[in-house]
């Protein structure tokens, strides 16, 4: 059976602890830094990324703290969320939010907590 250490996990994952420093909402999945901050509907800056831990049904994640004060700045619906590293330029991480939410410039949006995670090997 495929094993990865624990520490090999943690290291990819890691890097959302520690490097990420802006979560945005957009209005489709971005595969590049600038796709996600060239069309995005609101930040939160610094959003609040735990240390890697054990992920239900194997492997490991990290876990994204609730989001009650993002800033929206243009008017639409937001169907993903993007975490980048703004200080190199990088897209780390970017997937579907658990549902489609319209927002308003000038408002705020909020998201619940939601985990990255990578799976055991098969």
């Not at 490097?19 to 610094?46: F, Q, V």
Request: proline share 7%; glycine share 10%; aromatic share 4%.
């Amino acid at each position: 059976m495929p094993l990865i250490g624990d520490r090999v996990l943690d290291n990819g994952l890691t890097v959302l602890d520690t490097e990420a420093n802006r979560l945005d909402i957009c209005p489709s999945e971005p595969s590049t830094y600038s796709g996600a901050t060239g069309t995005s509907l609101g930040y939160k800056l610094n959003p609040s990324i735990d240390a890697p831990a054990d992920r239900t049904g194997g492997g490991r994640k990290v876990t994204v703290a609730a989001i009650s004060d993002g800033t929206v700045i243009v008017t639409d619906t937001a169907t993903h969320y993007a975490i980048t590293d703004t200080a190199n330029s990088r897209l780390l991480a970017a997937a579907p939010l658990s549902a489609s939410q319209g927002v308003t410039a000038g408002n705020t949006f909020t998201l619940t907590a939601f985990d990255i995670g990578i799976p055991d090997p098969v």
